[in-house]
Each structure stands twice: as structure tokens, then as C-alpha cells.
């Protein structure tokens, strides 16, 4: 069986794990501040702090910028629960926008017409590692028409004056937008280290503080990793100092920190993340296009245009003019040929939660057609060129089967 993304465990990761466990010290401490600060150096953005995971980092920020209830936050129809559930916790409204149909990514005339008085935040999605429109975002947050409906009830939103862009990085780790990575081309963005992603600490999560002046992004990285620490005044390595032990609780703060267990993973895989696991995932993503563009019945997934380059996520193929059975049909008959895939994703208004709270997919037509033709191939590390063949056959018979 042809799995769909197993993680790379490999010697490197086992001695650096191993390292830490004999270290004494397995949970935040030295790897992960040394991670934070080879992440920063990566992506270029100005300060960076671990977390658990993406969805625990979103909700620091939603949190830290003070949405709550009446404020509305948009964000894409087409991704994962995340991204919407962490708007749930803090009591605001997720107000979704349908997506490009070239792209997948959040569509941003859909999100100029969804801004309104309660819009407080902006979340876009790096669908499969390619980078949203950041430039046309930045541009329509900053735009006098846009502002001057901005109603600011914190301080921090009074200092920012208009809708902070908090982006869903969770895909696109070491991708590029007019040559810059993500966490650089907006506010904030959050990656994820989930087991699946590309680069893996087994659970985790970074948050990229980006803030512009008068914003001291250092400043608020300390107060993150407080409001991460249960609001506590010294994290357990100060505290261990001899005589240290005396602690204050400046607020009730969340529990979200990343253990050096976590980093120890993170430190191997970002020092070979662009010169080895990017380059063999672009290498997959073109064997993969050279086997189905130029076929009617494909449409290959955009990874890399004069602007953007992915970072090679997820290999999001279309099969032209299916109907979602159909599809669900062509799915069955892959697995018959032991290769697994998988769809992203199930969009928002189709899931139990979301259709309770009102949400229909009626209402986000091009979410709905992108998700009844998709079909995620595998993309990991160890997969062979072998391996890749042998998907594309069981793709094109499945094809053929389920469609003639
Ligand atoms: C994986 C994923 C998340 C959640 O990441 P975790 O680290 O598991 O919390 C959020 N958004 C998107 C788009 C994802 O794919």
C-alpha cells in the first residue's frame, strides 16, 4: 500500500530526539528557543514563538487582538475546521468567502464584499502551500474606504486602526510570494508542525509576528509566550535557576507552549527543509504534471506562477467535470489498487457543525465545484519515482473506470 504522508523518521531525528531525553531537559527550553530563532532567520519575518499546535496559535492571536463576541472574522469556505473552530471559541462569528477556481485560495473581491463595521480579522488560507494575494490583502486592509469602517474596541486594535491579516501558514512553510517566504508577507501567519505537514515536530505550531510600527513585535513575542504559559511570570527553565522559584500569575493565561522533544524534531528538519525535503516534493509535483497536463481529462493544480512559488504541500489534482459521487467512486477504486489519497477538504458548510449554525454550500459555489473534483496524491519524502508511477496508473484507470 502506497501511503499518503508518512513522516520522515530517520536516524537524525532519532539521535537529536535522543539527545534531548538524555539532556534532562524535555519540555521548552533551549531547542526550542533555538528553533524559534532558526525560523525567523528562514522565513525572514521579525519574531517567531512555538506553540503546540497551529490551531492553538491562531487562537493566542485571535485572543491577543481581543475578538470576541459581535466581531466577525472571514476566512475561507475551503479549509480545515481549524481555522473557523478557533473563531468559535472566542465567541465571534466566522463569516466564510468562497475561493478562486484557478487556485483554491480565498477569492478577495469575496473578501471586500464580506467586509462589514464587525470584521475585525482576516484569515487566509495558503491552500496546498501556495501563497493567497497577499499583496491585493495587505493593500484592501490599508485602503481609507476600508478603514474608516473599522471599529476598534482594544488598545491593540486602536494602535493597529484597521483588520489585522492573520494567516493560515499551516500549508505553506518555506514558500514564496515576489521572492519573500511566508510569515513575512503580512501581520502574523501561523505554521503548523502537524504530523502530516512538511515539516513535522510531531504536534506543533509557530506563530510569525510580522506587526508594522508602531508595533515592537519583540514585545509582544514576550507577552505571547506568557499568554501561552498560563499568563505566568517566569517559564519552568527560569524558575529551575537556583533561588528563582518565585513566581507571579499576570493573567489567566492558555497552556499552548512546544516541548524540546517537539523542537528536537524541528531543528533536523528545518536544517535540510529547502536544499532536500523541498526540492524532493517540487520533484514529485512535476512528475506528477508531466503525467497528467495536456489530458482533457485533468486540470493540474497551480504551484507556481511568476509571483508565487509553493512549498509543495499538497498535490491537489482535478478530474474535469465530475460530480462528487463520481469522484467519491474514483476514490474507492485508487484504494482498490493500494494507493491511498485523500480530499482537502470537506469544505466548512458541508460539516455537521457548521450547516447547524446556518452555513449552506449553496452559498459558495466554487468551493463546492473544487471540492466534488479534487483528489490529494501522495507527496512524502521517501516516496519513489516507482512509487509516483504507480499512483498515476491507478489514478488514470480509476478515471477511466468511473468515467469511460
Ligand atoms: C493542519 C491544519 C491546521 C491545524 O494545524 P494543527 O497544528 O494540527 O493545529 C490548520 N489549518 C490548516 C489549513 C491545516 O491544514
Request: glycine share 6%.
Amino acid at each position: 500500500m502506497i501511503p499518503f504522508s508518512p513522516p520522515r523518521i530517520d536516524q537524525k531525528i532519532i539521535d537529536e530526539v535522543t539527545d534531548t531525553l538524555k539532556s534532562g531537559w524535555i519540555t521548552t527550553g533551549p531547542k526550542t528557543k533555538l528553533f524559534e530563532k532558526k525560523l525567523t532567520a528562514y522565513c525572514g519575518h521579525k519574531s517567531t514563538l512555538c506553540v503546540s499546535s497551529a490551531t492553538a496559535g491562531l487562537e493566542l492571536i485571535l485572543r491577543w487582538f481581543g475578538v470576541g463576541e459581535g466581531d466577525e472574522v472571514i476566512l475561507p469556505a475551503y479549509t480545515y475546521s481549524a481555522t473557523a473552530n478557533v473563531i468559535v471559541h472566542c465567541g465571534a462569528t466566522p463569516v466564510f468567502a468562497d475561493v478562486n477556481s484557478t487556485d483554491f485560495n480565498i477569492n478577495v473581491a469575496e473578501i471586500e464584499r464580506l467586509i462589514t463595521k464587525k470584521t475585525k480579522v482576516i484569515m487566509p488560507v495558503d491552500f496546498a502551500g501556495l501563497p493567497c494575494d497577499y499583496q491585493e490583502i495587505n493593500e484592501l486592509v490599508r485602503a481609507v474606504d476600508i478603514k474608516k469602517y473599522f471599529c476598534p474596541k482594544t488598545t491593540i486594535q486602536k494602535q493597529l486602526g484597521r483588520i489585522l491579516i492573520l494567516s493560515d501558514a499551516a500549508h505553506s512553510l518555506g514558500a514564496e510570494y515576489y521572492g519573500m517566504k511566508t510569515g513575512s508577507l503580512t501581520d502574523i501567519s501561523v505554521f503548523s508542525f502537524h504530523a502530516v505537514k512538511n515539516l513535522t515536530t510531531a504536534e506543533g505550531g509557530a506563530i510569525a509576528l510580522n506587526l508594522p510600527p508602531p508595533f515592537d513585535n519583540l514585545e509582544i513575542y514576550k507577552y505571547l509566550n506568557m499568554f501561552s504559559l498560563h499568563g505566568q511570570s517566569k517559564d519552568a527553565l527560569a524558575k529551575s535557576q537556583a533561588g528563582n522559584w518565585r513566581y507571579d500569575i499576570v493573567e489567566a493565561g492558555y497552556k499552548a507552549n512546544m516541548t524540546d522533544i517537539s523542537a528536537s524534531f524541528g531543528l533536523v528538519e528545518l536544517a535540510r527543509y529547502e536544499q532536500d525535503t523541498l526540492i524532493k516534493r517540487q520533484a514529485i509535483f512535476e512528475q506528477y504534471t508531466n503525467a497528467f497536463s495536456g489530458n482533457s481529462l485533468f486540470q493540474v493544480p497551480i504551484y507556481q506562477t511568476e509571483a508565487k512559488k509553493s512549498s509543495w504541500h499538497v498535490y491537489a489534482l482535478r478530474i474535469n467535470s465530475i460530480s462528487e459521487t463520481q469522484r467519491d467512486a474514483i476514490i474507492s477504486k485508487i484504494f482498490e489498487q493500494q494507493v491511498s489519497v485523500n480530499v482537502h477538504f470537506i469544505p466548512l458548510p458541508m460539516l455537521s457543525f457548521y450547516r447547524k449554525l446556518g452555513y449552506e454550500i449553496l452559498d459558495y459555489p466554487t468551493t463546492y465545484n473544487n471540492f466534488s473534483q479534487e483528489i490529494s496524491l501522495p507527496v512524502y519524502y521517501n516516496l519513489s519515482h516507482s512509487g509516483i508511477e504507480k499512483v498515476i496508473v491507478a489514478v488514470k484507470n480509476a478515471v477511466k473506470e468511473v468515467v469511460g
